[in-house]
């Protein structure tokens, strides 16, 4: 075992987290958890996962429910096509018979790539793999002073190769939750010089060396962010209101929304405004939307798509995030 291997493992047994998936060997638990991280703090995404293995304790049971209850209970974290991938994989793994125990199975699952079959078949099975995610390409590049940026074809290799070379031998779980864990605590992006002294690889960490951690890693910049404005009109009608569901190719696929109109001019005079500008930061894109209270007597005219529903029963739909604080404006 290397000099490197070694020392991560030291720092695991120290300073590694507590968390409840780690007291598992049920894939189950393991792949619910990975999924829910996949683009939600710790500090979270540990209540959602309590909250689904209670309510879903099996993966049966979570093939069992409906997609609806899936997106509600998964209502805050964003990111849907996780909660809908899950489920489609909740039913591919009822279908199989039960949790596939190979890498290439698990890879088979929706929703799962080289890092979350890694992550799965280490923890769960004992799989020999390494992962490789954000924190480990942040610890790699500042030991070994690599400047490959990470998402270049080049990089994924090299960095994947690398991982994988230094994991030790019937011990892939501790090393991957190691590496994911000195990540999260230590090597953190901004990273402070005291903290660097400190750190048990100080004295063969290339970029401490060199005075390059804030430049490493290196990722090449390639997303370039659009901006989109929404106007939502809340309809109420004798205690029911109207949303519809959103379609596939678009963002909130699956989720549900009040009613949008391209033209709110004729509706102007009879609208009154909950909140305006109301901004929501997105992967690619930031929104903003308008909120909007339209009361009527009488039901009106609406395109394609919409159905009523009474008020006290909106809490039963899943809605995005951004709607979720229309809500609130509603029933302040």
């Known amino acids: 075992m290397n000099h490197f291997?070694?020392?991560?493992?030291?720092?695991?047994?120290?300073?590694?987290?507590?968390l409840p998936w780690r007291q598992t060997r049920d894939p189950y638990a393991i792949w619910l958890s990975e999924i829910i991280l996949q683009q939600t703090r710790i500090q979270q995404g540990e209540a959602y996962w309590h909250r689904f293995m209670h309510r879903w304790p099996t993966v049966e049971a979570l093939a069992a429910a409906t997609?609806?209850?899936?997106l509600r209970e998964w209502?805050?974290?964003g990111y849907y096509s996780r909660a809908r991938n899950l489920h489609t994989a909740a039913k591919q793994i009822v279908a199989m018979g039960g949790f596939p125990t190979t890498l290439e199975g698990i890879r088979s699952l929706k929703g799962v790539g080289d890092y979350t079959a890694a992550a799965i078949g280490s923890i769960a099975f004992g799989l020999p793999a390494a992962v490789v995610d954000g924190n480990v390409y942040r610890v790699l590049a500042r030991h070994e002073g690599i400047h490959t940026p990470i998402n270049s074809t080049e990089g994924k290799k090299l960095f994947a190769a690398l991982a994988q070379s230094l994991l030790p031998e019937g011990q892939a779980a501790a090393f991957n939750q190691a590496m994911m864990d000195f990540g999260a605590l230590q090597c953190v992006p901004h990273v402070t010089p005291q903290s660097c002294l400190q750190c048990p690889l100080a004295e063969s960490c290339v970029a401490l060396r060199e005075q390059t951690v804030s430049l490493l890693p290196v990722k090449r910049k390639t997303l370039k962010i659009q901006e989109r404005h929404l106007a939502y009109v809340y309809v109420r009608c004798k205690g029911y209101t109207a949303i519809r569901r959103r379609g596939g190719g678009?963002?909130?696929?699956g989720l549900w929304e009040p009613v949008v109109f391209d033209d709110l001019s004729p509706l102007t005079a009879h609208l009154s405004p909950l909140k305006k500008n109301v901004k929501h930061v997105l992967t690619h894109r930031i929104l903003y939307a308008d909120f909007y209270l339209w009361e009527v007597e009488e039901r009106p005219s609406l395109p394609d798509g919409y159905i009523w529903i009474r008020e006290a029963d909106i809490q039963d739909y899943g809605v995005p995030r951004l709607i979720e604080i229309m809500l609130n404006e509603i029933n302040a």
């Open 250 to 253: 678009d963002i909130w696929q």
């Open 75 to 77: 209502q805050g974290l």
């Open 5 to 18: 291997t070694h020392t991560i493992l030291r720092w695991y047994a120290d300073n590694g987290r507590d």
């Open 67 to 70: 997609e609806d209850e899936v």
